[in-house]
């Protein structure tokens, strides 16, 4: 079992007080000590040493002294009716002081006052104006009476300018007479005392006064305070007293609270806060509390409450793992497990408890340095042991390279990247060589430098001889990609070989590269395999030639088809009108149409006179070849006059038809609809529609079959005045054609 001494935490505090004189008495070296603390250099500069009762009661000779505690002092038998220290009421209080008294973690125990101190404040200090901090007063037995104007506390009796840090108290604080009581200071008497980070745990009685757990008149503030003391005040003692101070009402606006007391051990205060049982054992119901720095809470000791880092009121002696982790040895780099590690915690009360070890309990380590280490271990930052763990070296298992070959032109770099398994091997250096071949070069960071055409091994080398290796081919870019032809045509549905159609050259003649062929249009000419071209439909693309290190040609590649696989619909025979005839048509296989003046061109021949009219389509590139159609321009029968009409026509039965008559001529936005009334015998009517009334600008004549008596003239000429006059015709026995007489002319304007 390991024994170490308490963590030593040293608070320095500067006083600005009113000098007090005061007497000093010889002391003898008998009253017994604890908790000694034999290191001399744990004495800061400036500060006097306290080891005894000699020593503490010996601070009398110096008031404005430091002083530091180096060990426990029993005042118990000391202080006691007859006792050393007695002077007849116990303890004297030391008045006048403004010195620091640093605790240093330890306790003054037992100190007792009786009956009547003759002194107006008591305590252990009576007056004062100095700093106490990191001290416990454990059992104390104060008991004044005899003086009604006593002022009564622990610590000190009555402060002006005073400081109370890190303290606790324990035990009894009470009066018979006096007007005041207090468990660790009973009067401030000016605005700049601070009392922070303290707990009252002793009874506080005032059989004829008021009882308080911390203090009383507060003029500057409290800072982090709690009371579990009994606080009982009034005649008898029998009246419930406030739980931290009383007259705190005269607070300036620099003073802050965080007060809290056990709920039912004394009258409610406003300005504080009642805890119950359960929320004082829990550091979140401490509001203000410090509890990374200053304050802890052991819920293994005999006192599961707030305790104080620099001053514990249960001390651990000593601390011993008694259980190793579960694992102890590591490879390099592996997280240290401390699962099923347990430690003996063995208090100064006699209390032993066996903990779980924490991750907070761990100090610092390494596991990335090979060998043996000690870890050290801390409870509550109040006593140390250590745990011992061995961390091995991890060997290195395998190396893979991120690529196994590659391809380099020659004057580029590459740089490889090598990964080791397992990750956390402690060596993880990486040796670069060329292992075969001379066309390649590689540096200490694995990047690759390909001089000259060839091919080589770079090989990725451990420390401890693991190796991966990769293969270099160093290749020879092209500069100038050369084809044979540019300009190439062939017909729909045709298969030709690129490397015979086109045609290609690469300089330097020894470069490595190969050459990817690619349509412009897919859909008019396909390239298969990279290797031939078909046509699929007619078109101009481009062919591009593109090398493996990014030059490139273009070739033009025409797709032809020839014009005698289309067919020409809507061509039928035509009357003469004494003007050139070009009937309208289409031209398509079937799923394409061509269109004129851009897929071809048409001439005519004899399409004027009587006869045979000829049309000729001749294809544009990509159509190729022409086609041949013909219609027939069929005679027209001249117009008779109405006295040849009513004479007959060579003896025929049948005469030409009556005059039509028009029912309406409307007009809409570019358009006119005529309608007449239909004459008996006629075969067909002639329809004429000009811009002006003697027919002939814009003349247009139109033939209609006898079954309607509706036309409409479309796409003209908007607000413009249009002329109609309609005749209806027939055929004699002998095919000849009856004209009957013209309409009334009838007259409109477009919208």
Request: net charge neutral; with cysteine; hydrophobic share 30%.
């Amino acid at each position: 079992m390991k024994k170490l001494h308490i963590k030593k935490v040293l608070a320095m505090f500067l006083a600005v007080a009113l000098v007090v004189p005061s007497s000093a008495s010889n002391l003898t070296a008998s009253a017994a000590t604890t908790q000694e603390s034999n290191d001399e250099s744990a004495i800061p500069e400036g500060y006097t040493p306290i080891y005894d009762a000699a020593d503490l009661y010996a601070i009398r000779n110096d008031l404005e002294g430091n002083y530091i505690m180096m060990a426990d002092i029993d005042l118990s038998e000391a202080t006691a009716p007859g006792g050393e220290l007695d002077t007849g009421n116990g303890w004297n209080p030391i008045d006048g002081f403004k010195g620091i008294l640093d605790g240093n973690g330890h306790y003054i125990k037992g100190l007792t006052i009786y009956g009547n101190p003759k002194t107006e404040y008591v305590g252990l200090f009576g007056y004062a104006s100095g700093t106490i901090c990191n001290l416990g007063m454990i059992d104390v037995n104060i008991n004044s009476s005899g003086n009604s104007d006593n002022w009564t506390g622990a610590f000190i009796g009555c402060s002006y300018s005073a400081n109370i840090e890190n303290c606790f108290v324990t035990g009894v604080v009470s009066s018979t007479d006096s007007s005041r009581v207090s468990g660790i200071c009973c009067m401030y008497t000016d605005n700049y005392t601070l009392i922070k980070n303290v707990y009252n745990l002793a009874d506080v009685r005032a059989y004829k006064g008021s009882a308080n757990g911390i203090a009383v008149n507060i003029y500057r503030g409290c800072e982090c305070l709690y009371n579990r003391g009994e606080i009982n005040s009034g005649e008898g003692g029998n009246k419930n007293g406030y739980p931290l101070s009383w007259c705190h009402d005269n607070l300036g606006s620099g003073s802050f609270f965080s007060g809290y007391y056990l709920q039912g051990n004394s009258a409610d205060d406003d300005e504080f806060t009642p805890l119950t049982e359960t929320q004082m054992k829990n550091s979140k119901f401490y509001t203000g509390f410090d509890f990374e720095n200053t304050w802890f809470i052991d819920p293994y000791s005999n006192y599961p409450y707030p305790q104080l880092r620099s001053c514990p009121q249960k001390r651990i002696n000593s601390i011993e793992v008694t259980k190793q982790p579960n694992k102890t040895v590591y490879q390099q780099g592996e997280n240290f497990d401390f699962t099923g590690a347990t430690l003996h915690l063995i208090y100064e009360d006699g209390l032993e408890q066996d903990v779980l070890l924490t991750k907070d309990m761990i100090g610092s380590y390494d596991m990335n340095k090979i060998g043996k280490q000690s870890i050290p271990i801390s409870y509550c930052g109040l006593a140390e042991t250590s745990l011992d763990i061995t961390v091995k070296e991890t060997a290195v298992d395998k190396v893979q390279l991120n690529k196994s070959q590659i391809n380099l032109y020659k004057g580029k770099t590459e740089t490889l990247s090598a990964a080791i398994t397992p990750s956390n091997a402690s060596n993880k250096q990486i040796t670069w060589s060329v292992v075969k071949g001379d066309c390649v070069t590689v540096d200490n960071n694995g990047t690759i430098t390909a001089n000259k055409k060839g091919t080589a091994t770079v090989r990725a080398t451990s420390a401890n001889g693991k190796y991966a290796d990769c293969v270099v081919t160093v290749q020879v870019p092209c500069i100038l990609l050369q084809l044979t032809n540019t300009n190439i045509k062939f017909k729909k549905g045709e298969t030709k070989s690129i490397s015979d159609t086109i045609g290609y050259v690469m300089s330097p003649l020894d470069c490595t590269d190969s050459v990817t062929w690619k349509s412009s249009n897919d859909k008019v000419l396909q390239i298969n395999n990279n290797e031939t071209m078909l046509g699929l439909a007619a078109g101009k693309v481009t062919v591009t030639g593109t090398t493996t290190s990014g030059t490139t040609a273009v070739a033009n590649v025409t797709v032809q088809r020839d014009m005698s696989e289309f067919t020409v619909t809507g061509v039928s025979n035509k009357y003469y009108t004494g003007k050139a005839i070009k009937p309208k048509f289409a031209v398509s296989d079937g799923t394409t149409t061509l269109k004129e003046n851009e897929d071809y061109n048409v001439t005519y021949e004899s399409n004027t006179n009587v006869g045979t009219a000829n049309i000729k389509i001749t294809g544009i590139d990509p159509y190729v070849g022409t086609i041949e159609q013909s219609f027939q321009i069929l005679p027209v029968a001249e117009e008779i006059t109405p006295d040849d009409s009513s004479s007959g026509n060579g003896g025929s039965t049948i005469t030409a038809p009556a005059k039509v008559k028009i029912r309406k001529l409307t007009a809409a936005k570019k358009k006119l609809t005529v309608t007449w009334k239909k004459v008996a015998g006629a075969r067909g009517y002639r329809i004429q529609i000009a811009r002006n009334r003697a027919f002939t600008k814009s003349l247009k004549t139109y033939n209609v079959s006898a079954n309607t008596s509706k036309k409409v003239f479309s796409r003209l000429k908007k607000k413009t005045t249009y002329y109609v006059r309609i005749n209806a015709f027939c055929n004699d026995e002998d095919g000849n054609k009856l004209v009957g007489k013209y309409s009334t002319v009838k007259k409109k304007k477009t919208k």
